[in-house]
């Protein structure tokens, strides 16, 4: 087999370049996969020499502009023809990597890998995928968190599909469970959107256990949870938010008295473990599930370390023939209508 | 200033009768209001004998039917024309009380007041409001949290307007801070219905800060979060599973090593005082605004103590004269157009 390499946006996160780097340097020693650094090609050498990273399969491919997370994602789109964006995702298109990673302006991240890389065929809108910890100490995966808004109800069929395929070959579950996100768990509750996809979900070859509804996400009892983009944005950005609450007034309550502060030094261990699990940068990205070719979009706060496993799930990804899989499964489920 | 009663559904929740008769006693004798505890009688009487409860304010009336957390709403309301739901209703619909707390079925109970209290002059739909804890210590309160679904645009101004009043009353702030809850600040980001009421919106004499994400919830930063009741029940029960998987992972982290079981034990009033501020049960209930009269929401775990808060909300409510506060604005801004 020859050496995957993955194209990384070197400045997109809010730490770019260093955090990006420092991933790409990490994956390629950790995993022997080439990694090629997009972005301005003097700040990438530069924080590149403050590594030890002689011998590693690393590469440089310059591009002269720079997207802003504040900007608009049209308009940024149509502007910046030498964005390291559009540059590191056109490597997928040309074949020249397997994948992307980029922690930049997520939409426009979105948009460009829609429009340079395409749908697969059968696919009607590309989904954003993320994943949840759970306390069963498996994964959730949500789709969409993102992608699109005032979804149909064939469109959250083609979700579900794309969803079990990338649970399947990523967590190694042979029948993972299917749940249609809702505020109930009868068939009936829920607005028209998720009525209407619940009864075509019934009638897929999927494991479709039902309704699930929001705390139900992190019990680790449903393995892929479809919903609106909308929806699925809104719940991912609660819990992060509500993780980063926690973390906070955590912290408070221990630098409280003298003795919760020695307590906070004894278990700090615990503390920190606890941290990793609820903190969202650990999870190494969400997929753009259904377009010609593999995007991970990052969290723009990632560190080192979630560009590190960003860059190893698009390996995984890629290995997993993913999308050769979902393309299969849409033909399957649109020849059985 | 004549005694208020409260009405309480006594057979509502997972803890019914013995947490809505150990939380009447309780706000009877904190707050010296009169609770009317609603129910069958034998056994409300039964469990109010384990209380030292002679000299107070409560009253029991009997109702000779439950309705269960699993039934469905409409039916159970069709066929039970004696539920302890209905009959504490009524008691706020005859005016022999000022409101009514349940932690029972809660599409039942809101179904249950829409139908015997009507809605105020001016409301198209009653919306279900919940607190959320934030970092800064102060309330934010979601409005709608699972009263409606597939929400209109002018239905969202007028849980704006609603939510406006409450959070004005109960949390004693002058001009409360409106968002509406979105995936991204731009006026332009959303769905169709987040982009039709955001004009609406700019267009009241509300303190309209624009479009919140979700993770704004819990800074402090916005007071009243507007959102479709799909969204905001999927919001609330995501962050109610959330607090209770992060309270577990923390647990086990913390009952690891003999190191960090030592650091619990000295810490262990910071945990408790943090699982307390992320427990959802004590923030005393979800009030149905919009409705003629007083209706209140518990958790259906609730225990002693978030039904003696929800009694406390239920007499503030009634107090601050919310209602007659909201006819008044809805009137208002009815007027201006």
Same mark, same amino acid.
């Given at each position: 087999?020859?050496?995957?390499?993955?194209?990384?946006?070197?400045?997109?996160?809010?730490?770019?370049?260093?955090?990006?780097?420092?991933?790409?340097?990490?994956?390629?020693?950790?995993?022997?996969?080439?990694?090629?650094?997009?972005?301005?090609?003097?700040?990438?050498?530069?924080?590149?020499?403050?590594?030890?990273?002689?011998?590693?399969?690393?590469?440089?491919?310059?591009?002269?502009?720079?997207?802003?997370?504040?900007?608009?994602?049209?308009?940024?789109?149509?502007?910046?023809?030498?964005?390291?964006?559009?540059?590191?995702?056109?490597?997928?298109?040309?074949?020249?990597?397997?994948?992307?990673?980029?922690?930049?302006?997520?939409?426009?991240?979105?948009?460009?890998?829609?429009?340079?890389?395409?749908?697969?065929?059968?696919?009607?809108?590309?989904?954003?995928?993320?994943?949840?910890?759970?306390?069963?100490?498996?994964?959730?995966?949500?789709?969409?968190?993102?992608?699109?808004?005032?979804?149909?109800?064939?469109?959250?069929?083609?979700?579900?599909?794309?969803?079990?395929?990338?649970?399947?070959?990523?967590? %190694? +579950?042979?029948?993972?469970?299917?749940?249609? $996100? @809702?505020?109930?768990?009868? #068939?009936?509750? &829920?607005?028209? /959107?998720? !009525?209407?996809?619940?009864?075509?979900?019934?009638?897929?070859?999927?494991?479709?256990?039902?309704?699930?509804?929001?705390?139900?996400?992190?019990?680790?009892?449903?393995?892929?949870?479809?919903?609106?983009?909308?929806?699925?944005?809104?719940?991912?950005?609660?819990?992060?938010?509500?993780?980063? %609450? +926690?973390?906070?007034?955590?912290?408070?309550? $221990? @630098?409280?008295?003298?003795? #919760?502060?020695? &307590?906070?030094? /004894?278990? !700090?261990?615990?503390?920190?473990?606890?941290?990793?699990?609820?903190?969202?940068?650990?999870?190494?990205?969400?997929?753009?599930?259904?377009?010609?070719?593999?995007?991970?979009?990052?969290?723009?706060?990632?560190?080192?370390?979630?560009?590190?496993?960003?860059?190893?799930?698009?390996?995984?990804?890629?290995?997993?023939?993913?999308?050769?899989?979902?393309?299969?499964?849409?033909?399957?489920?649109?020849?059985?209508?």
């Amino acid at each position: 087999m020859s050496l995957i390499r993955i194209a990384v946006d070197a400045m997109g996160g809010d730490h770019a370049p260093s955090a990006e780097v420092e991933g790409a340097v990490q994956a390629a020693r950790a995993y022997g996969v080439g990694v090629v650094l997009v972005g301005q090609r003097d700040l990438i050498a530069h924080e590149l020499a403050r590594h030890e990273a002689r011998g590693l399969p690393l590469d440089i491919v310059h591009a002269s502009e720079v997207i802003s997370m504040e900007e608009s994602a049209v308009r940024a789109i149509r502007k910046k023809r030498d964005s390291s964006i559009r540059v590191a995702t056109q490597l997928v298109a040309n074949g020249e990597a397997a994948g992307v990673v980029s922690a930049g302006n997520t939409g426009a991240v979105m948009a460009t890998a829609k429009l340079e890389l395409g749908s697969l065929p059968g696919v009607d809108r590309p989904a954003l995928a993320s994943v949840f910890p759970t306390t069963a100490g498996t994964a959730a995966v949500m789709v969409d968190v993102g992608a699109n808004v005032d979804c149909k109800p064939h469109q959250l069929e083609q979700f579900a599909i794309m969803g079990e395929v990338y649970y399947r070959a990523m967590f %190694a +579950v042979q029948r993972p469970r299917v749940g249609l $996100l @809702s505020i109930g768990e009868e #068939a009936t509750k &829920g607005n028209e /959107l998720v !009525r209407e996809a619940h009864r075509r979900l019934k009638e897929t070859s999927l494991n479709f256990i039902g309704n699930v509804e929001g705390r139900d996400v992190f019990s680790g009892e449903v393995h892929v949870i479809i919903c609106d983009g909308f929806i699925g944005n809104v719940a991912l950005k609660i819990s992060e938010g509500m993780a980063e %609450a +926690v973390t906070e007034i955590l912290r408070n309550a $221990l @630098s409280g008295t003298i003795q #919760a502060k020695v &307590g906070y030094v /004894l278990s !700090r261990q615990a503390y920190e473990d606890f941290r990793k699990r609820v903190d969202y940068s650990e999870y190494g990205g969400a997929p753009l599930l259904g377009v010609k070719g593999v995007g991970i979009i990052c969290h723009g706060r990632s560190n080192g370390n979630a560009i590190k496993n960003a860059i190893r799930v698009a390996m995984e990804f890629s290995h997993g023939r993913i999308n050769e899989r979902i393309e299969r499964e849409l033909a399957v489920t649109s020849a059985r209508k």
